[in-house]
């Protein structure tokens, strides 16, 4: 059956069920303005609220069958859009949550010499250190390993981890100074 414009409700809800593409497209355009804004109400952007409503659709065409024609085509899928988006919010609520740090009235500003330096500094200094405290350093730091996974890594006891770590920090303490001494003009 051919959809344009002037389909009922009813039609595109018939072909949505039979999986038909075009009333799906129909049905989505039908539906697209009043429920992009309510995207737009709880997203940051418009990337963001598109997401959120393509996810929606995704959900009204999987879950078509489950529509009860006791209520509007409308309201149903608002109520799923409005679900997703709230979904949205809570999943990056709980993100933003873990990333929270407490902070402290009085707590002293300690200045890094990392801060002020570059990635690729950074990358050089790793690279002065001997390979396999640079590998310990930057699986431990960097990337997160613990000394028991790195030690079965490299075949050793955590013990022989832990200091390859303290010896590539003492190198590190070191480095920085003489990278001071280049860059301060005193």
């Keep these: 059956m051919p959809y344009d414009t002037g389909s009922t409700d009813d039609q595109l809800l018939d072909g949505c069920r039979r999986g038909e593409r075009l009333a799906q497209r129909r049905l989505y355009e039908r539906y697209y303005g009043r429920n992009m804004s309510v995207c737009l109400r709880y997203a940051g952007n418009r990337e963001e609220a ?48 873990q990333i929270r740090f407490p902070e402290k009235a009085d707590a002293p500003v300690v200045s890094d010499p990392l801060d002020a330096m570059s990635g690729e500094e950074i990358l050089r200094l790793l690279h002065q250190l001997p390979d396999t405290q640079r590998q310990i350093f930057s699986l431990y730091v960097i990337d997160g390993y613990r000394h028991k ?4 890594l490299f075949g050793f006891d955590e013990a022989t981890s832990r200091w390859h770590l303290a010896q590539a920090r003492k190198q590190l303490r070191q480095l920085f100074p003489s990278r001071q001494a280049m860059t301060d003009p005193t």
Excluded: C
Aim: hydrophobic fraction near 45%; aromatic fraction near 12%; charge should be positive.
């Design 149 to 152: 996974e790195i030690a079965e």
């Design 50 to 97: 598109l997401e959120i409503l393509n996810s929606a659709f995704l959900k009204v065409f999987q879950h078509i069958d489950r529509y009860q024609p006791s209520g509007t085509l409308a309201a149903w899928i608002a109520r799923i859009v409005f679900n997703t988006a709230m979904d949205h919010i809570r999943s990056r609520r709980t993100y933003r949550e």
